[in-house]
C-alpha cells in the first residue's frame, strides 16, 4: 500500500501541544538473549520503563511537547529514571522522590511462542505512594491532552491521585487518552482488573486497547466487531484497537476502518504500543480534527503503525523509540 499522506509526518505545520503522562515509570530487566523464559536467562539488560513514561518520551522524541507526573523511590535508580526522562526531553516538573520507598522494577521477557513474561517488584513501590496533595495540577492544566493508564488506579493512595488529576483535566477542557495496559499479575484478581479497568472507561474521550485487551475486557473475540462495539460510549471520540503487525483499527461515531501494520525484524515488542500512542497523542495535540475526518486520522494511524513497529526492532522500550525520519522511511517502504 503506497503512503496515505504526501511524504511529510502528520499534521507538520501545526504546532503540538502539551501532553502530559500519569502514572508508573520503572525499571524494566529484559534476558540478554532473545526466546527465553525469565528463569532460563542468565543476565539482564537493564532498560527504563512504565507505559504512561514511555508514551511522554515517545511523544517528545517525536518533536512533540510532553509532561510526566509520578513519583519515584529517592534512590540510584529513581534519579536514573528522572534524568532519563529529561535527557528524552520531557518536562519533569511533575515528578517527585519517596524517601520511603523504592523506584519500582520489572523483569520482562518475550518467550519463544511470542507472549511476553512479566514479574514485578512493587510492594510499595514509590509510583504507588503518589497523593493527591502532591500533585501539580498547574501543569496538568496546561496540557492539550491528559494521558494515563490503568495500573495507578490498582492502589490508595495512587488512585485518589489519579481520580483528582483526572477530574481536575476534564474540568479545563483537556482531551484525556486512556490505554489500559492490562499488566494482570499486579491486579488482585482477573475481575479485579476488568472491573478497575472498566470504572473509568466513560471518562476518556479517545482510547487505545490491543486486541488481547478487547479479548479479556469483553471475554469474546477480538476479532468480533460486536465485541468490540460493546466497549463504545456515547461521547467516546476514538476507539482504536491495535493488532499488532496486522496494523489497527479505529471507529469513531461516523466511520470505522483498519490502516495495515508493517513487518519488521521484531526483538522486543515491549513499548510498541507506546510508541503508537506516543506518535497518536503529538498528532491530536496539533490537531483534534483528526476525530472528525477520516483521511487524516487513517494519515496519523500509519505514522503510528510505522512507530510501533520500528519500536519493536531493538530491546527495551525507551531505547527502542523511533524518530520521525525513521517511521516516514518505513512508510515509505510500504505496508506488510
Known sequence: MAPLGDGVAPAAAAAPGLVVSFGEMLIDFVPDVAGVSLAESGGFVKAPGGAPANVACATSKLGGSSA?????GDDEFGHMLVDILKKNGVNADGCLFDQH????????TLKSNGEREFMFYRNPSA???LTEAELN???????????????????????????AAMRAAKAGGILCSYDPNVRLPLWPSEQAARDGILSIWKEADFIKVSDDEVAFLTQGDANDEKNVLSLWFEGLKLLIVTDGEKGCRYFTKDFKGSVPGYSVNTVDTTGAGDAFVGSLLLNVSKDDSIFHNEAKLREVLQFSNACGAICTTQKGAIPALPTTAAALELISKGSN
Open 127 to 129: 509510583d504507588m505512594l
Open 137 to 163: 495540577l498547574d501543569l496538568i492544566r496546561r496540557a492539550r491532552v491528559f494521558h494515563y493508564g490503568s495500573i495507578s488506579l490498582i492502589t490508595e493512595p495512587c488512585r485518589s491521585a489519579h481520580m
Open 101 to 108: 520507598a523504592r523506584t519500582a522494577l520489572a523483569f520482562v
Open 68 to 72: 510526566f507526573v509520578g513519583k519515584f
